[in-house]
C-alpha cells in the first residue's frame, strides 16, 4: 500500500504545472550531474585543452583561461554542488528535527532555550560568521566538511516549523492515549509524531539544499574554498578572478550563471508546490471549487 | 507606562542578549580552529626567505598575540575583548597597517548602510502593496502573471542576479559604471556633482537588491493575503458591497503589514548578507568589498570587527522595527 | 388586510457542488423554497442546525461563491413597486441595492470589524460606499452618532478599537452598523448565538427598538424557539432544505400541525410542565443523500405510503397557515393525529 501510494502522490503533484516544471528541470540537471562520471577529463587538472575556445563541436561550450572543457567542468561541478547541499541539508534536518521535537515535546524552559538559540540563530548575519570560520580552514576543506559546516548553521529556521507542528500533535487525541498507556517519552515521540512531521521535514530539505548550495558559491566567490575542487561556486569564483567578461570569454561565465539559475529556480518551484500540497487549507481548495 | 514595561522591556533584554551572544559566538570560534593565527602570520613572514633571530621572532610573536587579542588566559582574553569594544578599539588592520580597524569601518559603514536603508525600504514597500493586489485581485489574469515573474525571480541568489545586471548594463550596454561608490578621486561633498556620481554608481547594486527584495515580499505578501481573505471582516466587507480597491488597501493589505513588519525583523539577517556579497560584485565601497579585502589579505582583526559591527547593527535594526510596531497595531496600543 | 411585500422567493434552489477527485457531490441546502416577506414585520425562520437556514438566507442576500450554485429559482426584490430579480442584476446595481434597500448580519458577528480601524471609521466606510452623493467627514460621524443614540448605546465606543469592545458590544456595533442607512430589510443570522443569556436580551431589545423605529423587515434566523416566540411576528420551520411549515407565532406554537414542528414546540419545556419530553426520533439526513419523498418521513410515526414517494407542497389551511405533509387536507383547521 505504501508504494503504491506515493506513486499515487507523485501523479497528484504533477498536475501543478510549478512541480511539473520543477521536476523535469531537476531531472535534466540530475543527468548533467550523473554525465560526470563518464568524463574523458580531470576536473582538476589545468591545461588540459587549448586555452579559451569559443564553444565547438568538439569543445560543447567552450575552454576556460585554466586550460579546461567548460561543459565537462560544469558536470562535475553541478555534481559536486549537489552533493554537499545534500550533505547539508541531510545534516541540518537531524539537527532541525531534534531541536524541534524536544522544544515542542517539552515545552517550559528547555522549549524558551532551545529557541531562543535557535532564533539567534536565524538572526545573525550567518555569511559573516561562515566567513569567518572558512577563512581559518580554508585548506582542509572538504566537500563533507564543507556539507558539514553548512548543516550546522542551517538547521534553525526549519526547528521552528517542525516544533509548531509537534506543538499541535501533541494537543491531538492519540498523544494522551500513548501516554497514558505508559510510554517512554523517547518512543512517544519517534513512533507517534515522526509519520507526521516527515512530510515537512522533505520540503525543507529542498529548501534548505537551496540555501546550501547558495552559501556554497558565496563562500567561494570569497574565494573560501577549496577551489581545486569543481563545484558551481569554484567555476564562478575563477571566471571572475580571471576577469571572463572583460576578455569576452562569456561561455565560461554565463555557464554555472545559467546552470545555478535553473537549479534554483528548479528547487523552489518544488519546495513550493510541495508545501501547497500539504498544507490542508490548499487542499480543500483543490477539493471544492466548481463553476457554474 | 505599563505598556513600556511589558513591550519594551523584555525586547531591550532580548537586544543585549543577542549582542551579547553574537559576540562570545564570535570570540570561541576562532579559539575553536586548530589553526594559530599568529603562527600562520609568522610562517608566512618567514617563509618570504627573510631571516630573523629568535629573539626578534619571539618579539613579534608577542606583539602579535596583543594585537590578536590573544595574550593571556582565554578568561582574561574575554574580558578584554570587551574591555576594547566599549572603548571602540578592534585593534589595527593588517591589511592596512597601522589604521585601525575602527576607522577603515567608519569609512564604509556608511556605504552599506546607506544602500540597505534604501533598498529594503523600497522592496518591502513594493512588495507589500503588489503583493497585496496580486494576492487580493488573485482571479485576474494580470495578477497571475505578475505572481508568476515574481516565483522565478526570487530564487535567484542576489550575487547572480548582480553579475548579470553588471555584464548586461555595464559591459554589453555600458550605461553604467563598473564598479566603485563615487567616481574615484572624489571627497565626499554636498554638491549635486558628487550626488549624482553616488546615484549613477549605486544604481545596479540597489537594483539588483530592489528586484529580488521586492519578489520575496510580494510572493509572502501574497501567502499572508491568502489568508486574510478567508477572515470573517474581509467577507463581510465584500458581502456588504464596499469598493473591490479599499477593501484591498484598507482591510486586507493594511492587516498584512502586521506580519510583514515581523517578518521584516526576522529577515534583517538575510537582507544584510545579500547586501554585503552584491556590494562585493560590484566593488562597493561598503562592508562586503571590506570584508572580501580582509578575508584575502587574512586579516583577522578587520574581519572581527566587521561581523562585531554587523552583528551590533542587524540587532539594532530589529529593536527599532521592535519599537515602529505598535503603531501600526492598535491591540497591541492599547490593551 | 393585504400588506406590501417586500421581498419574494420563488422556487429557489441553492445546492453546494463539491468536486472530489472527480465525483460530484451536490449538497442541497435550499431545495425548492418560496416564501413572501411583507413590509414590516419580523419574520423568524427555525430549524435545527445544518438544515439550510444560513444558506437560505445568504441566498436572499445575493452571497453565492462558489462552491455554493444558485441552481434555480427567483429572488426578486421590491424596488420601488418593481418586483427585481436580484440575479438579474448588474454587479454594481447589486452593490448599490447592499445597505440602502437590504442589510445582513451575519452568524459570528463578532469578528466581523476590522481590527485595525476604529469603531467610527468603519462606519465611515460602509456609508461612504453606499450613498451617491459626496458626504463631508463631519456630517457623516455626526450620522453615526445620531444613530448610536438612537439605539441607546454609547458615544465613546466611536474612538475604540473592535478588540477592545466585549463580544457582545461587537455584536450591537454591528446591527447598528448594518441599520445606519434605514435599510428596508435586515437579515439577522443567530445573532443571539455565542452570547450569554444577558447579552442575548440586549440583543433583542435592540434589534426590537430598530424594528420599532425604521419600521422595516427583519428576517431573523435562529434555532433558538424562545428567541422566536419573543420577538418574531411570522415563522417558517425549515427542515432538509424546504419550509414545512409557515405561520403566525402564536399559532405556530399553540397549533402545530407537522409533525416536526410539533416535536420541536412540545420539546420545548414550560413553567410547571412536569412530563417527560420527547424530540424527534433519529437524525436529520444528509443534505447531500435526502431520502426520496417526504425528507421526514424516515422519523416520522405517521407515515403514509405517498409520503415516500412524493415530497409534499405548502397547502393553506386557513389563518396565515401553511403546511407541507401528506397528511392535511386543504381547509379550514385540518389537525393531525
Known sequence: MRRGGSLKILKDLLRDRKFKFGFIVLCILASLALLSFLSPYDPTLWNVAPRDLPPSLEHILGTNSKGQDVFWEMTFALRNSIVVSMFAAFFSRIIAILVGLIAGYKG?????????????????????????????????????????????????????????????????????????????TFSIVMKEYLPFILPIVFSTFINNMSWAIGMEITLAIFGLSNLDIPTLGTMLHWAIHYQAILLGVWWWILTPILISVFLFVSLYLLSVSIGEYLDPRTRLQRIGMVKK | ??????????????????????????????????????????????????????????????????????????????????????????????????TPVIDLIKQSLPWTLGLLTITTITSWVLGLILGGFVGYFYKKKWAKLIDGIAMVIRPIPYYILALTLLILFA?????????????????????????????????????????????????????????????????????????????????????????????????LGQIFSGALITEVVYSYPGLGTLAYNAINSGDYNLLMGITTISIIAIATGMLVIDLIYPFFDPRIRYR | MKKNVVIKVEHLKSYYILDIYGTKKYIKAVNDVSLEFYENEVYGIAGESGCGKSTLVKSIFGLITPPLSLMGGKVLYNLNGRMTNLYELEDKECNALKWNFI?????????????????????????????????????????????LEQLGLPMKILNAYPHQLSGGMRQRVTIALATILKPKVIIADEPT???????????????????????????????????????????????????????????????????????????LPKFGDKTRKESAPGNPPSLSNLPPGCEFHPRCPYTLDICKTNAPFLIDIGNDHKVACWLVKEGNNAKTP
Open chain 2, 171 to 267: 559591459y554589453i550596454f555600458p550605461i553604467f559604471p563598473i564598479g566603485g561608490g563615487a567616481s574615484i578621486g572624489r571627497t565626499f561633498q554636498f554638491n549635486w556633482c558628487f550626488i549624482w556620481s553616488v546615484i549613477k554608481h549605486g544604481f545596479l547594486p540597489a537594483m539588483s537588491l530592489i528586484i529580488i527584495g521586492t519578489a520575496v515580499w510580494l510572493q509572502t505578501t501574497r501567502l499572508i493575503v491568502q489568508n486574510i481573505l478567508a477572515e470573517d471582516f474581509v467577507i463581510y466587507a465584500k458581502s456588504a458591497g464596499l469598493r473591490e480597491r479599499k477593501i484591498a488597501l484598507r482591510y486586507t493589505i493594511r492587516n498584512a503589514m502586521l506580519p510583514q513588519i515581523t517578518g521584516l525583523t526576522l529577515s
Open chain 2, 1 to 98: 507606562m505599563n505598556f513600556l514595561k511589558r513591550y519594551l522591556l523584555p525586547r531591550l533584554l532580548v537586544y543585549f542578549l543577542v549582542i551579547f551572544l553574537g559576540i562570545t559566538l564570535i570570540f570561541i570560534i576562532p579559539r575553536l580552529m586548530p589553526t594559530d593565527p599568529v603562527q600562520e602570520m609568522i610562517n608566512t613572514i618567514t617563509s618570504q626567505g627573510a631571516y630573523l633571530d629568535p629573539e626578534a621572532i619571539k618579539k613579534l610573536e608577542d606583539t602579535l598575540r596583543e594585537l590578536y587579542g590573544l595574550k593571556g588566559s582565554l578568561w582574561e582574553q574575554y574580558i578584554n575583548l570587551w574591555k576594547r569594544l566599549f572603548k571602540g578599539d578592534f585593534g589595527p588592520s593588517f591589511f592596512q597597517f597601522p
Open chain 3, 103 to 147: 442589510s445582513y448580519i451575519p452568524q459570528g458577528s463578532m469578528s466581523v470589524l476590522n481590527p485595525v480601524l476604529k469603531i467610527k471609521d468603519i462606519f465611515k466606510d460602509f456609508i461612504e460606499d453606499h450613498i451617491d452623493r459626496k458626504m463631508d467627514k463631519h456630517e457623516i460621524y455626526t450620522a453615526i452618532e445620531n444613530h
Open chain 3, 193 to 267: 448565538t455565542a452570547l450569554d443569556v444577558v447579552v442575548q436580551r440586549g440583543v433583542i431589545q435592540l434589534l426590537r427598538e430598530i424594528h420599532s423605529l425604521q419600521k422595516n423587515t427583519i428576517i431573523l434566523v435562529t434555532h433558538d424557539m424562545g428567541v422566536h416566540a419573543n420577538i418574531a411576528d411570522r415563522i417558517g420551520i425549515m427542515y432538509a432544505g424546504r419550509i414545512i411549515e409557515e405561520g403566525n407565532v402564536k399559532e405556530i406554537f399553540e397549533n402545530p400541525i407537522h409533525p416536526y414542528t410539533k416535536y420541536l414546540i412540545f420539546s
Open chain 1, 108 to 184: 517550559g524552559i528547555t522549549d524558551r532555550i532551545l529557541m531562543f538559540i535557535s532564533d539567534s540563530f536565524l538572526i545573525m548575519p550567518l555569511l559573516l560568521l561562515l566567513l569567518l570560520i572558512a577563512s581559518l580552514v580554508r585548506e582542509s576543506l572538504s566537500l563533507f566538511t564543507l556539507g558539514l559546516i553548512l548543516g550546522i548553521f542551517g538547521w534553525a529556521w526549519d526547528a521552528r516549523v517542525i516544533r509548531s507542528q509537534v506543538l499541535s500533535l501533541r494537543e491531538r487525541e492519540f498523544s494522551f492515549t500513548a501516554v497514558l498507556s505508559g510510554s517512554k
